[in-house]
């Protein structure tokens, strides 16, 4: 077996034993407008995307060297102010779900509830969504492509 048929195998078996999420979960982050809104987004980076791809195929590209050059000059300390930012809210966000989830276990008629059919259903797809809108998120930033987000 290659090292990518284990990899693959790996990711198969995680998908499979996917961690229990409840609606109590998903309720809380879920956003009909900004999921819209994220559509949106995703549709207006792909025409870009498009309008890039036309350039590149193009032979001249002083213009877009020049472009790119000021917008490094422009928007270089603002990246690095967004990246503090974004890490120290992602270190309170994590210490906090992690008391959520301490304190919502230790209620059980909450937990019976949270656990039923059909709250565990539409948390599931809940989750689906923010898997989703991570996933393309995660591609667009590994392809050096901003973040409509």
Same mark, same amino acid.
């Given at each position: 077996?290659? &090292?990518?048929?284990?990899?693959?195998? *790996?990711?198969?078996?995680?998908?499979? +034993? *996917?961690?229990?999420? +409840? $609606?109590?979960?998903?309720?809380?982050?879920?956003?009909?407008?900004?999921?819209?809104?994220?559509?949106?987004?995703?549709?207006?980076?792909?025409?870009?995307?498009?309008?890039?791809? %036309?350039?590149?195929?193009?032979?001249?590209? *002083?213009?877009?060297?020049?472009?790119?050059?000021?917008?490094?000059?422009?928007?270089?300390?603002?990246? $690095?102010?967004?990246?503090?930012?974004?890490?120290?809210?992602?270190?309170?966000?994590?210490?906090?779900?992690?008391?959520? &989830?301490?304190?919502?276990?230790?209620?059980?008629?909450?937990?019976?509830?949270?656990? &039923?059919?059909?709250?565990?259903?539409? %948390?599931?797809?809940?989750?689906? $969504?923010?898997?989703?809108?991570?996933?393309?998120?995660?591609?667009?930033?590994?392809?050096? $492509?901003? &973040?409509?987000?």
């Amino acid at each position: 077996m290659t &090292s990518h048929e284990i990899m693959r195998e *790996k990711y198969l078996n995680a998908q499979l +034993t *996917k961690p229990k999420t +409840t $609606i109590l979960d998903q309720i809380h982050s879920y956003n009909y407008n900004e999921n819209n809104y994220l559509v949106k987004q995703l549709t207006e980076e792909l025409k870009q995307q498009k309008k890039l791809n %036309a350039m590149l195929k193009m032979e001249n590209n *002083k213009k877009e060297i020049e472009t790119i050059e000021n917008f490094v000059s422009n928007h270089e300390k603002d990246v $690095i102010e967004q990246l503090n930012n974004l890490e120290e809210i992602s270190d309170q966000l994590k210490n906090i779900c992690e008391e959520n &989830s301490k304190l919502e276990n230790e209620k059980e008629e909450l937990h019976e509830l949270l656990y &039923s059919d059909k709250y565990t259903e539409l %948390a599931n797809s809940m989750r689906k $969504i923010k898997k989703v809108k991570n996933d393309i998120l995660y591609f667009l930033e590994k392809q050096g $492509i901003h &973040s409509p987000l």
